[in-house]
């Protein structure tokens, strides 16, 4: 992203607030993993959204039609010693020249110097809950301004939830900001492509989730959007399966749910295929099940319609199909109102993506599905997921966990596939490992 998208991305904001009121974000602190040694940084996603800056400890404070400076940055201040530790800091001048702040004060001053910002504001936009530490100081300012009130100072008056606002801003993807996200779909396609030319009997799922990873580094995404998922057979019945530690069956399915992070986007895409290269009959049957409720949910994603359309379509699908090869038994519209299909079809759909992997919006506006509009990215991911021992449930379908996931924006006559290059189809799958041996 540009400063120019930053800056943006601030004006649109402080057109929302009006004069008269104040935004406070803070970015995300640093975590320890163990003692003294950290996890690799990353700024809060709201922060850095209107901000760019990368640096932990920093505080960005919107001021609409404040006369000196409309955005100021707190953030740390240049430290040759520390730096020679921990690398470069932007300090107060960086924090101006590279990140575009209208002025910039230490992090250190934030006590001293925003007490009397807030004096000057009657309406505070603040995300609380987010940052217990920042929570109790915001408390300790206001209560500094109102002991003023007899010295005619009269300070905030009201609370708004900054994230609300922020969130739907974050809903609606500009440009850049699809491609980018187009092109980490890119690179995680990739990978899982070259996870389906290596996998075989008898590696380790750990092998599948160090190829992937190594494949987006290589391509320049250094980090993962969340913890690969590497289930092969029963593991892939585990929703959240993260610990990617058994051996790889003949025999078997294995599920890949991996995506890398490309400046700040995640991708997210999931992959089902047979780890010897050859779907079983069974497999086969229950994998192209799947992939039609997915292409029936894709096809609802369109601008217009509602959120839970491309659900109630994955949901219609695959209800039918589970009475046709006898896993269900009943009418298809009574088993669809008392969810039966819950049992093998547990998780929604697809959520939006964007920063987070699980990214911010509202679903629903007043009790309503919302509706889907040009600028949206969410994923389409149904599944299906038969754990052995399934009452009733012939043995042949045991053990298959299956999901299709991919990342899809809403156009304005349509959809766009962003991770379409990693196969899906049985075909393809099976070409591409055959080629892979």
Request: with cysteine; hydrophobic share 40%; charged share 30%.
């Amino acid at each position: 992203m540009t400063r120019a998208e930053f800056a943006r991305r601030r004006r649109q904001l402080a057109r929302m607030m009006g004069p008269g009121s104040i935004a406070i974000l803070p970015s995300a602190p640093v975590a320890h993993r163990n003692r003294d040694a950290e996890y690799p940084y990353r700024p809060d996603s709201d922060f850095f959204y209107l901000t760019g800056f990368p640096e932990p400890e920093a505080v960005a404070v919107l001021i609409p039609g404040r006369r000196h400076a409309e955005y100021v940055l707190f953030c740390r201040e240049r430290d040759p010693e520390k730096e020679m530790w921990e690398g470069a800091r932007a300090g107060q001048e960086g924090a101006k020249e590279e990140y575009g702040a209208d002025d910039s004060f230490p992090i250190g001053d934030l006590d001293d110097i925003l007490p009397r910002m807030l004096e000057q504001c009657e309406r505070v936009f603040y995300a609380m809950g987010c940052n217990p530490d920042l929570d109790r100081r915001m408390s300790e300012w206001i209560g500094q301004v109102r002991t003023r009130a007899r010295a005619g100072v009269q300070g905030p008056l009201e609370f708004v939830a900054l994230d609300h606002y922020l969130h739907d801003m974050r809903l609606y993807k500009s440009r850049s900001e699809i491609k980018t996200m187009r092109q980490a779909a890119r690179i995680s396609a990739r990978a899982h492509r070259r996870l389906m030319q290596l996998c075989r009997p008898g590696l380790a799922e750990w092998r599948l989730e160090a190829e992937f990873v190594y494949a987006c580094v290589s391509a320049g995404a250094r980090y993962q959007a969340y913890r690969p998922i590497v289930g092969g057979g029963a593991n892939g019945c585990v929703l959240h399966y993260v610990d990617n530690g058994d051996e790889l069956r003949d025999g078997d399915l294995v599920l890949v749910d991996a995506g890398c992070e490309l400046e700040w986007y995640a991708s997210d895409i999931t992959r089902t295929y047979p780890v010897n290269g050859r779907f079983s009959p069974s497999q086969r049957a229950l994998y192209e099940l799947v992939l039609k409720a997915q292409l029936a949910a894709i096809a609802k994603v369109q601008p217009g319609n509602h959120w839970d359309d491309p659900h109630k379509a994955a949901v219609r699908v695959i209800t039918r199909g589970l009475v046709e090869l006898g896993i269900l038994r009943g009418q298809v519209s009574s088993l669809i109102r008392r969810e039966a299909y819950k049992r093998f079809y547990m998780h929604r759909t697809g959520h939006w993506l964007g920063m987070d992997v699980h990214d911010v919006g509202d679903y629903k506006i007043d009790g309503a599905w919302r509706l889907l509009e040009p600028g949206m990215v969410l994923t389409v991911e149904p599944g299906l997921y038969i754990p052995a021992g399934s009452k009733g449930v012939a043995k042949k379908w045991w053990n298959i966990g299956i999901r299709i996931e991919d990342d899809v924006v809403v156009t304005r006559d349509g959809h766009d596939i962003l991770s379409k290059d990693a196969p899906k189809t049985v075909a393809e799958i099976e070409a591409l490992m055959e080629r892979g041996k």
